[in-house]
């Protein structure tokens, strides 16, 4: 509206050129409206103003500071996860087995004795045991380190069959027939027990499956493993049971 009635001013010296003093904004010629939008244009550049140099230096020191404190924030971060693996890493080796956790924590304990069944419906314990060295494997069908555990297990009751070892698969959470055929689709022969209350899970705390216990003659808590275990960790495990009296 401005640019137009300063147009308009100019229009009263060359009134064959421009609208009549009548006329509304709108309806000004395509010439007018340029030299408006022109004006307009001119006004906003003379208008701007750069920003003061102190405010560019400030902007740009900010900017460089930025880099900075994110590296020392990825720093401090790398050091810390680094601390927390060294931590769980270096814990088992100066902590004393009574306050470690999982199935560790029962070790000089004598094993809880749950009545259960085994994947044929008979009923079990760990009492016919007594007098021989017991592996009890904690497992599941829907634990991808059980099933590669089991053939292990399966060749470490071959080899002490008839002898003073006793190796014991007990499911945890799952049904008799469930369980039975996981097994049978490994080929495992050694005795399957349901425990469909996860009560030895509970009572093992442990913290994963497979969980894998070792008892002595005597039925007390020698040695607790959370993680699947392989062949030779198992031998030496029930060797070591085996030299104790």
Not at 54 to 59: E, I
Not at 183 to 190: D, K, P, R, V, Y
Not at 224 to 242: C, H, S, Y
């Amino acid at each position: 509206m401005l640019c137009y009635r300063a147009v308009r001013r100019s229009a009263l010296r060359a009134p064959l050129l421009l609208p009549s003093s009548s006329l509304p904004p709108s309806m000004a010629p395509p010439v007018v409206q340029s030299l408006c939008s022109i004006t307009s244009k001119r006004r906003a550049l003379l208008a701007y103003k750069p920003p003061a140099p102190q405010v560019v230096a400030r902007v740009t020191e900010r900017s460089r500071r930025r880099p900075a404190r994110m590296s020392r924030l990825f720093v401090w971060l790398i050091a810390a996860a680094a601390l927390l693996i060294g931590f769980f890493v270096l814990e088992p080796f100066f902590v004393a087995p009574s306050a470690r956790s999982g199935p560790e924590s029962l070790v000089g304990e004598t094993a809880p004795i749950f009545p259960l069944r085994d994947d044929s419906g008979k009923a079990v314990s760990l009492e016919q045991y007594r007098g021989r060295v017991v592996l009890m494997n904690l497992w599941a069908s829907w634990c991808p380190p059980c099933r590669a555990e089991m053939p292990d297990l399966q060749r470490l009751a071959d080899r002490y069959a008839g002898n003073t070892i006793a190796i014991v698969g007990v499911n945890e959470g799952e049904s008799r027939d469930r369980a039975r055929t996981f097994a049978t689709s490994l080929g495992i022969h050694f005795p399957i027990w349901i425990d469909d209350g996860e009560r030895y899970g509970r009572i093992y705390a442990a913290l994963g499956l497979p969980t894998t216990v070792i008892l002595d003659r005597r039925g007390v808590v020698v040695r607790g493993f959370d993680g699947a275990l392989t062949l030779v960790q198992m031998q030496g495990a029930v060797a070591a049971a085996v030299r104790t009296r």
